[in-house]
């Protein structure tokens, strides 16, 4: 209860006796884990996160208050974090090239309001669902899900096996990331794996991402030579002021917000759908968004969020956090404080909008609209599409995977059966009525995803 932590004298994080946050335990229910921090600390936990000690706040109001960001004391900005600055952190620590990307997501003050505004502006053409190119988005987004769906289920039998995390939760938005950067379809395909190798942190993690960075720097030079309709270009045309240097920085954010995070809340869309009876049976594009917004409340995929570091010593929970420590807000955390537990109602017809899922304050997420429509149609096809969808494994036994900021399944291993296609009602075309532009073969995505039919493997990339 608020007040009954007396507060604390103000103590180095590097004394502090701290608790090691990704372990089993977590992997499996991190609300455990959340529940024993908070009855032992309060709203404010310190925590080991992979051998650097860290912050973790999980009250709510707490969350919503650094959020905020009301005093301009909680700054994102990588200079502010004294363990950096003094060479403290260990050099192959594997969350910091997460952190060095130095984009958006990393400033503060006037720069973050140019970038947030480019970005604004840049997205604004694929989320107003009015204009021409949301509409031809959302048509891509349909096609994209109907090859994926068609790929998986490729063959003659009408039943079958697969992993909906990596034959179509994970590809499907990382398709539209690809989209959204005007690549050429077999160049976007390499640059879409190498996405996912970097969002895996496996051991091809390393060269792929020189070849992410160096993929961008092309695009982003082409660009600047040959505008065209997508969203590099838009935010040229927003911002004059970008080098190619800085354009790629900020377009490699693209992946991890439209893309993984995407993916996260993809799958965890389809396994609420799965196991909850009242969703599957009165499902509709109504009440997928309506499952959308539960789902980011009650299991949200981007679980932790990057740091903040204070510029000035803080109260924060019963704790006196010093200048320059590294502070990370649970989201997952805050949703589940007991003083916010009674927003979340799996039986109300409407759940709560005040969640943190897509952020708050001076950092709130830009591509929230994108995202939930994505989700959308990624699920109304996919329940479209295939019948009688069963969870292959017991829900509690579902393979998590262990990441310290995302919450989402490794693997969501189904039995399907192929629905019944509807009968043509339209009348037929004449051949030589219309002119079908072909698409040029794909490369290494569709031959990777072409590989894992029927192969219940559970691990994307090795």
Known sequence: MPGAWPPSTPEPLASVSVEPLLTRDYDADPALVHDRLRAKYGPVAPVDLLGVPVWLVLGYAEVLRVMKNEGDIWSKRLDNWRARAEGALPPDWPVLPAFELNSVAFQDGMTLHRLRDTWTSALAPFQDRGHPQAQLLEDAIRRYADDLISLLAEGESRTGWADLSAQYARPLPLMVANRLFGFETARGDDVVMDTWRVLDAGPEAAAASQRLFAAMMELSSAKMSRPGNDLPSYMLAANSDFTVEGLSRELLMLPGVVGDMTGGLICNTILEVMTNPEVRSGLSAGTIEETV??????????????????????????????????????????????????????????????????????????????????????VERLFDRLDRLRLALPADQLPWRSSPFMRALRSLPVDYELAQAPANTEPPVAADAVTVEAEPPRSALWRFLRGLRGSRKWSPLG
């Open 293 to 378: 917004n539960r789902v980011a409340l009650a299991n949200p995929p981007m679980a932790n969020l990057t740091f903040r570091f204070p510029t000035a010593d803080v109260r924060l929970g019963r704790f006196a956090i010093s200048a320059g420590d590294p502070v990370m807000l649970s989201v997952a955390g805050a949703h589940s404080d007991p003083l916010f537990g009674s927003a979340i109602d799996r039986e109300a017809i409407r759940s709560t909008r005040a969640h943190l899922a897509w952020g708050a304050g001076p950092h709130a997420c830009l591509a929230r609209l994108l995202a939930t429509r994505i989700t959308t149609i990624a």
